[in-house]
Structures are given as C-alpha cells and as structure tokens.
C-alpha cells in the first residue's frame, strides 16, 4: 500500500534515494573543500553541510518508500525517519536550520569559529555516512 500524499510533499521512486545521496555527498564535498579554502563566506559552508545533511535524510525517506516532505526543516524531515531509524545527532541538527534560509541572506550576526565550521561539516559527514550504510550498505568516502 502506497502511503498517502499530503500537500508540500513527494512520493519518489525508491531508487531516487541514490541520486539524493549523491548530491548530498557532492554538497558536502563543497562544504569541504570551502572550509579549506582561505577566503568565502563562511555561513556558506554551514549552508551546505545543511543541503547534505537535509538531502541524506530526504535519501532515507525515499529510500524506506515514504512521502519526502519538500522542506527544509531537518526536524520535521527526522521526524518523518521511521521509528526504528535514527538519524546521527538527531534533533541537535536544528541547529543548522537557520542557514538554509534567513541566514542565507545575512552575515556576522553570529560569530562561526573554526570550531564551529568544523563541527559542522563532522555532523555532515555523519549523517552521509549513516544515510549511505542505511542506503547502500556501505559508506563513501568523505
């Protein structure tokens, strides 16, 4: 039985799940190589360890034959993880929310150390890795 649809969400092909992976992973490798990079917007890189993070989880959604919320909320998107599947860090991914919409469009209200930006992209591959063991059974390299 198909699980029913509501408004602001998708049914996908289950095997859409790897090309979701994929561009998770290419998001992350972005955030990579901008977080090694001496100059760029840093809220840049939180941004796109967020992309990753929200499309590995959207992957695993697919990937069970659940509905996709088309959000970018990664509480509502874990929330809608099957009960038995639990996305690494879980809800502290909330955390990064803020940087897929209005922090897009502001800078240096919040002070991003080195620190931070390495957390986050660590929390990014985590999640790429479980979502693509969950996937794939077998973890890429990030």
Known sequence: MTPPQKQGERLFAKDYAGTLLD???????SAQALRK????????IVFLTQQAIEKAIKA??????L?????HDLGALIARLPADVNAPH????????DYA????YERGHSAL????????????ADVL??????ILKASPSV
């Open 129 to 134: 890795a479980w979502a693509s063991t969950v």
């Open 101 to 104: 919409g209005i922090l897009r």
């Open 60 to 65: 695993v959604i697919c990937h069970h034959g």
């Open 67 to 71: 509905p996709v919320p088309l959000v």
């Open 37 to 44: 990079a001496s100059e760029g917007r840093r809220e840049n």
């Open 90 to 97: 879980g809800y502290d991914l909330l955390r990064f929310n």
């Open 23 to 29: 561009i998770s992973l290419q998001d992350l490798k």
């Open 113 to 124: 150390t080195d620190e931070d930006l390495d957390a986050a992209v660590a929390a990014g």
